[in-house]
């Protein structure tokens, strides 16, 4: 899950030029930021990419040439909103719902802290559009994504049913409204997620959706999740959300070891900037700055049979992750909702060493300041 929490402007703005200016650029199947493109560049390039020619290889059905377009349109405005909406859509239209979220994220990450309404101005787009073609596959689709992603089930729901009102066989909506009922507290999305396994059943972002509403759903089923999960990983997505969803599997199972190379992973595929700090001494704190892509490794010491307690929290987001390193590098415990959505663990050390605590918030696109306590 990610979390879209403000933080103050003038820290948001000058962690987010700094994120912006240290990682590389946006191409859909990367997980960092967007390159700053040269003035001079940019203001040659604007004849031949823009929104507007994005939107009208949607309207003509050349999904990939529109996410072409809009890739060109995040390059020469890495934190606007337009570009990553629309690559977005166009995702989304092409199945490829886990390409869709992860562009999602960078919008947490990249576009709101500069644009806190971005969220509303993305839903009154789409509103616009359906006021005047209600019936509009392509912003029906749109539209319920943005409502799914920003947790307003219920409204992604009601547009879903019109959705499939329109297109019945629609594998979106059928798995979207699937799993927006399940993360309302419905059962009764089970029958909807099965209708599109079976309407797409070789596809992987299929898989991965219903892996999470098994996950964070209304009736969760490790098993289920994790045989989602496998066969989404096995069909090529190998993505934070994928490897999280394992990692809570073996955690209900209680195999720590393998949950914690699942996190670990997770961890690489999200990390941009790995940063040390100084030794986490027992009945202490620390407070973090994190941007996106930063994640912190914070050393541990301790004693054969020595507890150690952790517990994150922040005042500016609401999901954190961390794997414990032991003092060889092997993962040796992880942990994602602990408390709430905030990671932390009670764990009794086999051996004396220095273990290695890595941690982040999740997805690690959060701008904020986090706390580690050694309690």
Request: include cysteine.
């Amino acid at each position: 899950m990610n979390s879209s929490a403000k933080c103050p402007v003038s820290r948001t703005i000058v962690a987010a030029m700094v994120a912006l200016t240290t990682v590389g650029c946006a191409t859909p199947d990367d997980v960092t930021a967007p390159r700053i493109t040269d003035p001079k560049a940019a203001a040659t390039s604007l004849e031949s990419c823009s929104a507007e020619q994005g939107q009208q290889l949607i309207d003509a059905g050349q999904y990939k040439q529109a996410i072409q377009k809009f890739t060109c349109v995040i390059d020469l405005e890495p934190t606007a909103i337009e570009g990553y909406r629309g690559r977005i859509e166009a995702q989304l239209m092409l199945g490829r719902f886990s390409d869709a979220l992860r562009d999602y994220t960078r919008v947490t990450a990249f576009v709101e802290p500069l644009h806190a309404d971005a969220q509303q101005v993305i839903v009154a787009g789409y509103n616009a559009r359906l006021d005047v073609a209600p019936n509009a596959i392509a912003a029906l689709t749109g539209l319920s994504f943005a409502q799914w992603y920003f947790f307003d089930y219920a409204s992604a729901s009601h547009v879903l049913e019109h959705l499939l009102e329109v297109a019945p066989n629609d594998v979106y909506g059928n798995l979207f409204r699937g799993s927006s009922r399940f993360l309302r507290g419905r059962a009764a999305g089970a029958a909807d997620l099965e209708r599109a396994i079976a309407l797409a059943p070789s596809s992987p972002d299929v898989r991965f959706i219903v892996a999470d509403a098994y996950t964070y759903g209304a009736v969760p089923d490790a098993q289920r999740a994790f045989d989602e999960a496998t066969l989404a990983l096995n069909g090529g997505l190998d993505t934070p959300r994928v490897r999280a969803i394992r990692a809570s599997s073996y955690i209900a199972f209680g195999d720590a070891a393998a949950a914690a190379v699942e996190i670990k992973r997770h961890l690489d595929l999200v990390t941009t900037e790995l940063v040390g700090t100084p030794p986490l001494a027992a009945g202490s704190s620390t407070q973090l700055g994190l941007v996106p892509g930063r994640t912190y490794e914070i050393p541990i010491v301790a004693t054969a049979g020595e507890t150690i307690s952790i517990a994150t929290s922040s005042k500016d987001f609401w999901d954190t992750i961390l794997v414990l390193l032991a003092p060889d590098g092997t993962p040796v415990l992880g942990s994602d909702d602990y408390a709430g959505y905030m990671a932390g663990f009670e764990w009794v050390a086999p051996a004396a060493g220095t273990y290695k605590l890595r941690v982040t918030s999740f997805e690690a696109v959060n701008t904020g300041i986090l706390v580690v306590a050694w309690k």
